[in-house]
């Protein structure tokens, strides 16, 4: 079924997979694992996970479903939570090994944190926060050299106004940063079997990759679901004032929506970080986005353009998120959102 | 020996002001059109730097940065602050750097300042927002890392006590020393200028800023040496050529695109009472809300 031209010595991808509290996978290292089944198949390679913490026992069987052919498993009570030297040393450890192809890892404060060290070690690219991955050729003129099948890591760059393709001809592995949401999630086969392979712990890691020790720990349920509303009211910049922000957060009661806000509005103050939509922030896919004073910066569209519906509400009619709402209402929203507020409630049973 | 605080910082275009015209006409960045700042998050590592000398006798606070000539602002912009010192590493031959190529050059500067008990940086930089660099030095100096720290607990001769803040929560970390540690936004902000330090530094200038003067300052340096701000190249660095800049950079850009919006058929309405009464009525009955 694959091109028989193909050279023979594609290696395998990797997903690095994040373990939460309750012992389950991280849903980015699903979504990766889900995009890590296409690359893989696009490439006729396998899928590998690499699972470190410590009671794993049973996380193979929903691994497996997402057609995750081998689990390079680490298993040690020193090992969770997360801690860069011996994840570290581990991931390298089969790195070294497997020479992987591609390595995919979610671009969370563990990911983030990962990645950079693993791409310095082994002196390969790094590209963080992609919102796209594609297989492709490239050719580079100044070496004449043709290259077959190389991963091109997508991203908007330099305050959005870009978007850059990036590609890593000559080092392997390639590797990239995925934000939570960017991907989709999606179970490949429930009855995909693959096999676990257990590393020996001991034989690779020694005492001094235990000297960062973690004290103290507080982690938090989040109470900010953006990334499941079915409606979102989100504001930007164009908003003007933390005040002003209350006006969604009413819109939102009624609806009984959620409040999301874009990086201008954050960096302002208007909204806290946990509410940020976008490239560096959270992907959203709601049946309705209401972007009130949100001009539409490419790294915010990439966060929230596969809504089904888009609503934009803004004073400015030439906003760039006019060009991709099916409403653009040109008006302020203190103006406008009582309006929405006054309509609904009068309305709704 | 007196407690050194490395703190790498870099001078950036402010991509959170893009104006319209920051874009030229064939769809490049117009970076001359983009005022150049002090990367916010490298403030913040600048503050925890700074507190950390106010808290412990005889500590040096050195920064470190990489860029062009100008670049030397940022160093004095921190001798204002409370730096003590600063060193800017610039060459033609690092043009083009991603952060692999970035970090080796850092990370060869660095080890020139040893010995050195911390290496503070921002978590990231607003051009990029890659958050790479911190965690590649740290690396190459094989050193352990402290990422998205906010606050310092405790610091002695040996250890640190860092706390340091996730997605859904903090974690406090003891380490020993030395180690190199990001700083997140969430940490203190940096203090602002103070009127003494910008009076003592404020003829600071590297070799090629000198060159520029018209005014002589030979003997204002001879009794004012701190006043000179380092510059070192590639040679200096002692430096591979291969790891540096183009060649030294595994990651390649294949394409730039501008931004094209799929333009949508949008439908254009006014704030006025019967428009928005027309379309939640229509949300409405679609049952996309209610």
């Known amino acids: ?349 | 020996m007196s407690f050194r605080i490395i703190v790498l910082a870099k001078q950036v275009p402010d991509t959170r002001n893009v104006g319209k015209n920051a874009m030229k006409a064939d769809g490049t960045v117009n970076r001359a059109a983009l005022p150049a700042i002090f990367n916010p998050e490298d403030l913040n590592a600048l503050e925890m730097a700074l507190k950390i000398k106010d808290q412990l006798a005889d500590c040096e606070v050195i920064v470190l940065t990489m860029g062009p000539f100008r670049a030397a602002e940022i160093i004095r912009e921190a001798m204002y602050r409370g730096a003590d010192r600063g060193y800017l590493i610039t060459d033609r031959k690092f043009a083009g750097s991603d952060t692999l190529a970035t970090s080796y050059a850092i990370s060869l500067a660095v080890k020139k300042l040893a010995p050195y008990h911390l290496v503070i940086s921002g978590r990231q930089a607003i051009d990029g927002d890659t958050a790479q660099v911190g965690p590649q030095t740290a690396e190459k100096l094989q050193l352990p890392q402290i990422t998205y720290a906010e606050d310092i607990i405790e610091v002695d001769k040996k250890h640190i006590v860092v706390k340091r803040r996730l997605e859904h929560g903090t974690e406090t970390v003891k380490a020993p020393l030395p180690v190199a540690i990001t700083v997140h936004s969430s940490a203190p902000a940096c203090r602002q200028r103070i009127a003494k330090l910008l009076m003592k530094f404020k003829h600071a200038r590297t070799v090629t800023e000198l060159q520029d003067e018209t005014k002589d300052y030979t003997e204002l340096y001879t009794q004012r040496p701190y006043l000179q701000i380092d510059e070192w190249t590639a040679d200096d660095l002692h430096a591979d050529v291969g790891m540096l800049g183009l060649s030294g950079s595994p990651t390649k850009v294949k394409k730039i695109e501008n931004v094209v919006f799929a333009h949508k058929d949008s439908k254009v309405i006014s704030a006025a009472d019967e428009d928005i009464e027309n379309l939640m009525k229509e949300l409405m009955a679609s049952h996309v809300i209610g």
């Not at chain 1, 005040?243 to 999301?260: I, K, M, T």
Request: hydrophobic share 40%.
């Open chain 1, 1 to 349: 079924m694959y091109n028989h031209l193909m050279p023979v010595n594609v290696n395998n991808i990797f997903v690095y997979c994040e373990v939460t509290d309750d012992k389950t996978i991280a849903d980015v290292s699903l979504e990766l694992l889900s995009k890590g089944r296409k690359l893989a198949n696009d490439l006729g390679v396998k899928l590998e996970a690499i699972v470190i913490g410590n009671e794993l026992a049973g996380v193979e069987k929903e691994l497996y479903t997402y057609g995750v052919d081998v689990i390079h498993m680490a298993e040690d009570d020193r090992l969770y939570p997360y801690t860069t030297l011996p994840h570290t040393a581990l991931v390298l450890n089969i790195f070294n090994a497997e020479k992987p192809e591609i390595a995919l890892f979610g671009a969370t404060s563990i990911g983030r944190d990962i990645a950079p060290r693993i791409a310095s070690a082994m002196r390969c690219g790094l590209t963080a926060d992609c919102t796209s991955l594609e297989i492709g050729d490239h050719f580079e003129n100044k070496t004449q050299t043709e290259y077959k099948n190389l991963l091109y890591q997508i991203r908007p760059a330099f305050g959005g106004n870009i978007i850059a393709t990036i590609i890593n001809p000559e080092t392997r592995p390639q590797m990239a940063t995925v934000r939570e949401g960017v991907m989709k999630k999606e179970i490949y086969d429930a009855k995909f079997k693959g096999k676990v392979k257990k590393i020996a712990v001991n034989s690779v890691l020694k005492d001094e990759d235990f000297c960062v020790q973690i004290i103290d720990r507080h982690i938090e349920a989040s109470k900010i679901n953006i990334k499941n509303a079915q409606v979102i009211i989100a504001g930007g910049y164009g908003v003007g004032s933390r005040e002003n922000f209350q006006l969604l957060y009413e819109l939102a009661d009624v609806l009984g929506a959620q409040v999301g806000a874009s990086r201008a509005a954050v960096d302002a103050g208007f909204s806290e970080h946990e509410r940020q939509i976008g490239q560096t922030g959270i992907t959203v896919r709601p049946k309705l986005y209401i972007a009130c004073g949100i001009s539409g910066a490419v790294q915010h569209r990439a966060g929230m353009d596969q809504s089904a519906q888009i609503i934009s509400i803004n004073s400015d009619i030439n906003a760039p998120i006019n060009q991709i709402a099916d409403y653009a209402i040109i008006g302020n929203i203190t103006d406008v959102i009582p309006k929405m507020i006054k309509y609904y409630k009068a309305n709704s049973k």
